[in-house]
Each structure stands twice: as C-alpha cells, then as structure tokens.
C-alpha cells in the first residue's frame, strides 16, 4: 500500500471502523483489519512519524531560499542638550548564491523524506502481517480447544468403559487407573487451552481496541500448493528490487553519503547575495530623516575553526562506512529469509500433505487397537496411546495449516508485495 493511498483512505477507514463497532462480537478477518488501520496505536504513532519526518525536506530547502528579516527600534534620549526619541528600521534580504553544505544537505533531506515514506509503508505491511498473526493465534486456540474438547470427551467414554468392565471383574485395576491418568491429563490440556484461546483474543483487543468472542474459520478448502516457480532465483530477482526494508537501507547509505559531502564542503567558501535598507526618523531638533540602500556580495572563506570541520567530516565518513555495511547485512539478511520463507513454504506443503495422511492412518490404527482390545489382545494402554497418536495428528495438521497461511504472508512482506488484496484473498476462504 502507498503512502498517499494509505492517507486518503483513512476518512473512510474510519467510518468503516465506527459501523464495525456493533459487531465486535465476532468478525471475518477484513473487518478486523479495517479496525486496526483505524485503531492500531502502532500504525498512528508511524503516521506521526511520517508526518514529522516528511518536514526534513522543507527545512533543508529553507537553507537555500531567500531570508528576509525586519529589524525596528525606537530610543528616548535624555541629553544635557536635548530631550527627544528616535525611531527607525532596517529591511534585510540575504540569498544564498553558493553554499555547497547547504546544497547537500537538502539533498540529503529528500533522501530522508523518501525513506519516511518508505518506513511507513513498511509500518503498513507490518500491520498486515501483524493483523493475520493475530487472527491464525485464535484460529490455532481455537482448534487446540476443540481437539482437547473432543480428546476429553473420548477419554471419558473410555474411562466409563473401563469402570464398569472393572466392576464385573473383566479388566485390572491397573487399566482403571491408567485410564483415569490419561483421562486427568486430558482436563488439564483442555483448562489450559481455553486460557490460551482467551489470551489470543487480547491479541486481538489490543490490535483493534475492541473486544471478540467469536471469528470465522478457516475453510478445509484453503488451497495448500507449493510456490512456483520452484526456483529460488526469480523470488530473489524480486525481493531485491521491491523489499522495503533493502530499499529502506539503500537510502540510508545514499542520505549518508550526502551527509558525508555536506561535512567535506564545510571547508568551502560560501557566496551569499545581501541587501539591506535602513531608515532613520532623525531627531526632534533636526527633524532630519534619512535612509540607506546597500545591495552587495559577502564571500566566506573558512580558515580555521578549531579542528571541528575536519573532525566533523571524518565521522560522516564513518557513517557512511557504517550504512555501507548494514546495508551489506540487509542484503544477505533479505536474501537468507527470501531462502528460507521458499523452502519452508514448499516443506509446509508437503508436511500438509503427509500430515493428512497421517490422521487416516491414525484412524485405522485406533479402530485396529478398540477392535484388539475388544477380543483381548491388546490393553487399555494401547488404546489410549492409538488415541493420543490420533489427537496429536490433528494437532500437528491443523498447525501445519496455519504455520503455512503465516509463511505465505511474511513470504510476500519480504518480497515487497503485501498489500490489503492478500487480507482480501484470505478472508474470501473463511466461513
């Protein structure tokens, strides 16, 4: 999203946010995105940056324009000889004609200004990402919730079939005991998820200043592919050219390297166009006014200041070395994430595939172990193991799933591309 975009959008963002209000009860993932553009403290305090930071431009322009001042003062005088005030002015008009720190350094301001721009664009992406991170928390609490419900809710039956198996002397008491620990274990994952479900939804107040009890989820449908091009180059071709933060630190070195200009032009002469004019009332005895014109060239010539200007340009020097290098370190930064993010969206895929799988082979080992169990050929514990193995897959797929939604976002933040449209995509497959 643009900058400009961003801001000419935030009239309406914030009508949107004041018709959403009455539905903060629940919420499809877009509408909750809408309230955090209106409402996320983050996102405002990076508009107020931007704001602040977009002025550098003009004033480091302002050391390039004309400078006009008025001066005025009036004076009683007391004399032996006379008693009377004077009152007079001067007009005075400076234009720089050269001044080369002055010149860079709103060079430099330009590049700062651009920066800003590109700083909140990120803080904008940020929010994006920030505002599905959030949400997949509730889905992920929300699934572990229901998993835990319906593992409780199978242990139980089991131990009620163990219990009365025990009261007519079909099993041990071991089996009734092993049964009832798994069945503890059980209540205890379950109390501790539904805290977490709570806490994932303060997530969510915090991020959009409203309160949520309930949201869509995601649709089984939810397309699970691979990335393709299977190869890493193209990605990388279009990270180094769009991602923000490389972008961001390419204008870091160049708003040093001006810097660095305007510190070696402190040694230069400056030329400033003047022109003054100066009127004086005269007297009361004389009576006689008067008033003077002058319009003239001053030249500067820096000789000696202490050693401060040469210091001075010798640390904008380093600077630039300094922004040099974390630019290099952006750069390799970028390029082992856009690696990174690729690879694991192509495991995560594979890993949804298998985990799949794994469930319906969990099924029919389960069904095999209650169909032993039932004959006497296995115990209670190798059911309870078939079950936890069944429970854990669902687990493992279910966070699979979001673990890929998650990397597809931060893959596209990285790459420069994130934009409102994916929140779009995204919410079009939740129900």
């Known amino acids: 999203m643009k900058t400009k975009q961003f801001l000419q959008a935030s009239c309406l963002t914030l009508a949107v946010s004041v018709a959403l209000t009455s539905q903060v009860n629940a ?101 994006i990402s920030r505002t599905v991170e959030a949400y997949l928390s509730v889905l992920r609490a929300k699934s572990e919730l229901q998993t835990s419900e319906a593992q409780e809710r199978a242990i139980k039956r089991r131990l009620d079939q163990v219990n009365a198996q025990f009261e007519v002397g079909l099993i041990a008491n071991t089996d009734v005991q092993e049964a009832q620990a798994s069945y503890d274990n059980a209540r205890v994952a379950r109390i501790a998820a539904e805290g977490d479900l709570d806490n994932s939804y303060e997530e969510l107040a915090r991020l959009t200043g409203k309160s949520f009890d309930v949201i869509a989820q995601l649709s089984n449908d939810y397309p699970i592919e691979e990335p393709s091009p299977a190869q890493a180059q193209p990605w990388l071709d279009k990270a180094m050219t769009s991602n923000l933060n490389l972008k961001i630190a390419n204008l870091s070195t160049e708003a040093a390297r001006r810097a660095a200009q305007a510190g070696h032009a402190g040694h230069y002469p400056t030329l400033n166009l003047t022109a003054n004019y100066d009127y004086d009332e005269g007297t009361s005895v004389s009576n006689d006014g008067s008033d003077t014109s002058a319009i003239g060239l001053t030249l500067s010539v820096p000789l000696f200041s202490g050693g401060s200007v040469s210091s001075k340009s010798r640390e904008l020097e380093q600077r630039l070395v300094q922004s040099q290098f974390n630019r290099d370190d952006t750069l390799r930064a970028v390029t082992q994430s856009t690696r990174s993010l690729l690879r694991n969206l192509r495991t995560g895929a594979l890993s949804v595939q298998a985990l799949k799988q794994s469930i319906k082979s969990s099924e029919t080992a389960l069904q095999a172990t209650e169909e032993g169990y039932n004959v006497g050929t296995r115990n209670v514990v190798d059911v309870l193991q078939a079950e936890q193995q069944l429970y854990s897959s669902q687990r493992d797929y279910a966070s699979a799933r979001f673990d890929f939604v998650q990397n597809l976002i931060t893959f596209k933040q990285q790459l420069g591309t994130l934009s409102p449209e994916d929140i779009n995509e995204l919410d079009s497959w939740l129900k």
């Open 27 to 127: 919420g499809q993932l877009a509408d909750i995105y809408q309230l955090a553009l209106a409402n996320d403290p983050q996102l405002k305090a990076a508009e107020a940056a931007y704001n602040a930071d977009k002025e550098i431009e003009a004033q480091s322009r302002a050391s390039l324009l004309p400078n006009l001042s008025l001066d005025a003062s009036t004076k009683s005088i007391d004399s032996d000889t006379a008693n009377y005030n004077n009152h007079g002015y001067t007009l005075s008009l400076t234009q720089p004609v050269f001044n080369a720190a002055s010149w860079f350094t709103f060079k430099q301001g330009k590049v700062l200004s651009q920066q800003a721009a590109l700083q909140f664009d990120l803080e904008q992406q940020s929010l």
